[in-house]
């Protein structure tokens, strides 16, 4: 049985494990397959479970602790953006190389961590995550870019929380729930949510407005990956943190 | 917080997220990352340890029931090819939907189904896999690489074999095996066997020596996935199974 | 001054020159950028101009004597695409350097030949002409994209020849052609041809219904290139000329 | 004769044909194929000649004229460089379409005006260039391109000039030549001309030693494009133009 004869087959992967451009800030996001379901599946608290939300920030530690090169990530409902510094040459910048490994550690870790968080709540089945990678090539295009994940998240907590409210507290069907808020602005909802359910919005959890964002903290001991829930869509975050672009500049 | 300024950043993910050319065969390989360690760290026997060939077709089946355009895997060593069929339009052919989401489910599955498979031996970390795509444009090219595989193992196998024969049962050190194999073909390797360590290669059983294949079996109760360890280079296999290749041919 | 701190922006062209899957027939297709002002400027006969049908031939030729690889190429309107053997390997198959070379060497040909076919009628500037290049995986598929090339060729021939009798016989006005035209399949365009034109849409020269075939010749004095205006659709142009698809097959 | 059962082969366009990335400043170069063959043939002067630059140099502002997004561009020997804005939507930035219609225009008008600068020397063929696209993600890395070909302007033309000085007036063979040069750096090289040659290298025409750089000059009357042999690796030149680079900050 000779090998050789088959070996061009190799030759076809060069087509499609293209390199990613160099000097770009290299985005993978994963995103839960069908996680309507799966939330529903495993009695998800709604809007927000933190169970589910520690599990995942959990996971987005153990993928940036495999990847130093990773140096922000941030995480909101069933998604997890990872950034790699824009110098990277991990893997020759072979677009599958990231791609895989990421969604590859961050789905088995998600099942490896489970009871830490979920306890008896058993794991029906194996969960899936889509994922894809994205060249960035500013500073302003990756700061855009995870300010419009953050700005996500507000504009969904916001809703839900105002849709949970109504269903829970107030009785009202789903559709009913939606045709009220489908009228209201942003202000509206910040209102309805003072007003009707004495709920100060901004004085609710920041995990659940603002996200999580991972990040790199170097002490003498070394480096560790701490959890923040901050704006990060204005300067300050940055502004305070500048070994975060350090070398990174365009 | 306005989202609708950062929105731009969306139509970055184009130039990555490339469509898979139709009418080719599309192989999704995966492969584990740094598996020399993790066989080490969970003490596999050697060369072959059942218990991880069988967890490595659970997670595959897992793959394939969910992914019912694939029609055939193809599994070895810490590996897995999965192929769809040449006209699937799932995802319209969006390379990273198929990518990730097969490495993804194929890696929590591997956590998920670990304890049926090693039992009391615990699982240390989540493991982790690469992946990449391929396209293959005729029936031919999409066989040679299914070859290729198998005649992979086939000389994995051969080598792994000998080479553990020497160290477990001769007291050779590894180099010493490694330098008394640098010099033999397949024949010698075959009679080495026989001859000193009164194994008949062929006798041996045939998830080791032929890899695991995967196929859809349809039945009047409706379809399962069965696993075979058979020759799928000559056209034997594939001339038994036409429904295989129906609709497929070039 | 030092080339060396620059020299690595040369890494940059890997991402975009891809290599084009092995063992798919290529084929680029040239078509000129606004010819219709094109033909106007330079009073091209409607709805054919064989000057203008003659020179893109001869370009065509030009291109294809350039690059023997090319085993058919099939013109029409302002438009050519020339197919390439499927194994080759010209450049690596870089897919730049199929591209540029054709639309290069058609675009200079064609002012370079203008005079010949075109006598007293002055090139009032120099035209343009897009490019791109397709794989195409089988055997099938290549000649289902000459197929609809010649079946476009046909609509549209057709419908001119049916929109300018009108027009230059019948002292139409466009507008008033095209709304006659709108609600007439091709039978009845036919019929309107013979009937009210006295014109035998079959007999009209085949160059203007089926298009330009270019092929190679090979004789015992040597090879050559020789236009045809035959039907490529059917099996009949393909079984005549087995040499054409000689180590092509699937 | 139906046109629609083809259709399908339009959508393989699809795989080929990429968006290029956002924001990044897009290159595409341009390069004589075989040009040293040609230079022979139509007897270039040594080292340079400049109905040759002259020509180059034409075809390229017919370029500019034609895609005003192209705000910079860069020539020497056979090969000229087109810089596009950085946010040029063009095409929805198709690459086969820059690629193609730049390459296809310059070599077209390279026949089209032979002979306003060759005069009686009768062009003997159609030539033909090559062509591809660069991304570059910031204005350093697109500066950096830029100054990576006026480098490789100055290293080959004082190279040459002194090759051409020795065969020339010198009489050494081609061979003799290279083998003295060989050991020569560029302060030597300087040297040898103002010694040997009586020629100050610095004092010889600024386009040969610069290469030509072609910007938009815009006043009350419209805009022109201007032909300069200028440096533009430091940055007075960018400096002193402002408006090159308006709106074009990372
Ligand atoms: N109850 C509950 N549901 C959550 C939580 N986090 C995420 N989810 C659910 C709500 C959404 O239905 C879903 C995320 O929305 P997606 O747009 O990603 O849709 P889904 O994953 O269903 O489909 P996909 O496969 O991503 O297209 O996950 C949570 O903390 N609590
Ligand atoms: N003892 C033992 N080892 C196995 C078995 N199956 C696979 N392995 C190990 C042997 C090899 O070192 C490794 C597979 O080789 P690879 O070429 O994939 O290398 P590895 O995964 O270490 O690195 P990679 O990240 O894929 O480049 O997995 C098994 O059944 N028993
Ligand atoms: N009068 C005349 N016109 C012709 C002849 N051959 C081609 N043309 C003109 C008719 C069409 O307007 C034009 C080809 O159509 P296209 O779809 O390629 O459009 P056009 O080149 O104008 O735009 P484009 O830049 O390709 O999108 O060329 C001819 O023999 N005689
Ligand atoms: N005598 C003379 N030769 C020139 C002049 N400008 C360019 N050339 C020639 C010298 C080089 O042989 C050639 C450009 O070098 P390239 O590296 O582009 O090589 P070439 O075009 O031969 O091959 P290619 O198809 O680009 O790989 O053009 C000139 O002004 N005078
Ligand atoms: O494992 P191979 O040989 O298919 O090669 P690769 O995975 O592309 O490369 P590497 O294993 O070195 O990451
Ligand atoms: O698969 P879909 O429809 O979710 O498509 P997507 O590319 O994942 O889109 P989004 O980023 O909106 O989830
Ligand atoms: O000319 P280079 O050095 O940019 O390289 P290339 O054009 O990509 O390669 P070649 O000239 O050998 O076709
Ligand atoms: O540039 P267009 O609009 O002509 O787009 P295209 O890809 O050239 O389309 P077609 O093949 O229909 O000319
Ligand atoms: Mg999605
Ligand atoms: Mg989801
Ligand atoms: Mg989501
Ligand atoms: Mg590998
Ligand atoms: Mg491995
Ligand atoms: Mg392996
Ligand atoms: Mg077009
Ligand atoms: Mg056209
Ligand atoms: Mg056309
Ligand atoms: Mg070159
Ligand atoms: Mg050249
Ligand atoms: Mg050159």
């Not at 998800?44 to 959990?58: A, K, Q, S, T, V």
């Not at 419009?148 to 507290?169: E, G, K, P, S």
Request: glycine share 4%; hydrophobic share 35%; charged share 25%.
């Amino acid at each position: 049985m000779s090998k050789s004869r088959f070996e061009y087959v190799k030759q076809f992967e060069q087509q499609t494990d293209t390199l990613l451009l160099p000097n770009c800030f290299l985005v993978v996001r994963v995103d839960g397959r069908a996680f309507h379901r799966f939330a529903a599946a495993h009695k998800y608290r709604r809007p927000n479970d933190e169970r589910g939300i520690g599990l995942m920030n959990r996971c987005a530690e153990r993928v940036m602790r495999e990847f130093p090169d990773i140096f922000v990530a941030y995480g909101e409902s069933d998604e997890y953006s990872f950034v790699f510094r824009r110098n990277t040459t991990l893997y020759s910048r072979r677009q599958f190389k990231y791609l895989s490994y990421v969604v590859s550690l961050f789905s088995s870790s998600f099942v490896y961590h489970w009871k830490e968080f979920f306890g008896d709540e058993e794991l029906q089945y194996a969960p899936c995550f889509d994922a894809r990678v994205v060249c960035y090539p500013t500073l302003r295009n990756m700061r855009d870019y995870l300010s419009w994940r953050q700005a996500d998240t507000h504009i969904n907590n916001l809703y839900n929380t105002c849709f949970w409210a109504l269903v829970q507290q107030d009785n009202k069907t789903p559709t009913e729930a939606e045709q009220i808020l489908r009228v209201t602005d942003s202000g509206a909802k910040n209102e309805m949510l003072f007003t009707q359910f004495k709920t100060n919005y901004n004085e609710l959890p920041a995990v659940y407005r603002k996200g999580s964002v991972l990040v790199w903290e170097r002490t003498e001991e070394g480096a560790s990956v701490v959890t923040l829930h901050e704006d990060i869509i204005g300067n300050g975050f940055w502004d305070a943190r500048p070994e975060l672009l350090k070398g990174q500049q365009d």
